[in-house]
């Protein structure tokens, strides 16, 4: 089982759209939880961080962790084209502040 | 507010050579991290640094590679006899040292063997 899995998509959702990416881990003394974005070509940009069981909403992004579940979510409201990209999960596994990235869902926002 | 500097962005080396590569953390961060992302493969820890410290090098290969983060300068990842599976986007992150530890990534060095 990999420490960190998310489903590769590619995810097509329509502009205007809720996009909902998910990802599972597997140790459960994870602490730290972590959404990046990544341009075909470019570095990870940081977008959330969540550490406590619940929702964590930033601008149209929201995080959701549960930790029970071992299930961390990313929606994306109002989609626009500039979405998409792919989006990396990332979870500080043991606080050891060495991330493990699950291999990224691609999304893309049909216009 | 400058964010994490990398250089060079693109590094072409022949077989057998040297490749340096160079990280200058954000203003404030004194913690600095290595990742690899193969050609269609995801991100992987390298190694995470301190000043003049490393605290986990679990990522880095057994052979060739090494890194750095000395007092004065930037952080530098140095792989000697270069194999062309080296080839590779190799990130630096840097982190506060408060709060989680949330990691900004660099522009990455592209890495081209040939």
């Known amino acids: 089982q990999k420490e960190v899995e998310q489903n590769s998509g590619p995810l097509s959702v329509p502009e205007g759209a809720i996009a909902s990416l998910n990802c599972t881990y597997s140790?459960?003394?994870?602490?730290?939880f972590f959404w990046y974005r990544q341009y075909s070509g470019k570095s990870p940009e940081l977008i959330m961080f969540i550490y406590s069981n619940g929702d964590k909403e930033d601008g149209r992004f929201t995080a959701q962790l549960n930790k029970a579940s071992q299930y961390v979510s990313l929606l994306i409201r109002d989609s626009q084209p500039s979405d998409s990209a792919t989006y990396l999960c990332?979870?500080?596994?043991?606080?050891?502040?060495?991330?493990?990235f699950g291999q990224g869902t691609r999304l893309t926002i049909n216009p | 507010n400058a964010g994490v500097m990398q250089n060079p962005r693109h590094l072409v080396r022949r077989r057998g050579q040297e490749a340096r590569l160079r990280c200058s953390p954000m203003?404030?961060?004194?913690?600095v991290y290595w990742y690899r992302q193969l050609p269609e493969e995801g991100l992987k820890f390298m190694v995470y640094l301190q000043k003049e410290n490393i605290i986990d090098e679990s990522g880095m290969p057994k052979e060739r590679f090494s890194a750095e983060f000395p007092k004065e300068g930037p952080s530098i990842l140095r792989i000697q006899q270069v194999v062309r599976g080296d080839s590779a986007a190799y990130f630096c992150?840097?982190?506060?040292?408060?709060?989680?530890?949330?990691?900004?990534f660099g522009p990455g060095t592209r890495l081209t063997v040939t």
């Open positions: 203003k404030g961060h004194s913690h």
């Open positions: 140790d459960r003394g994870s602490q730290s």
């Open positions: 990332a979870v500080d596994i043991q606080g050891a502040q060495k991330l493990v």
């Open positions: 992150a840097s982190s506060p040292q408060r709060g989680v530890w949330e990691q900004y």
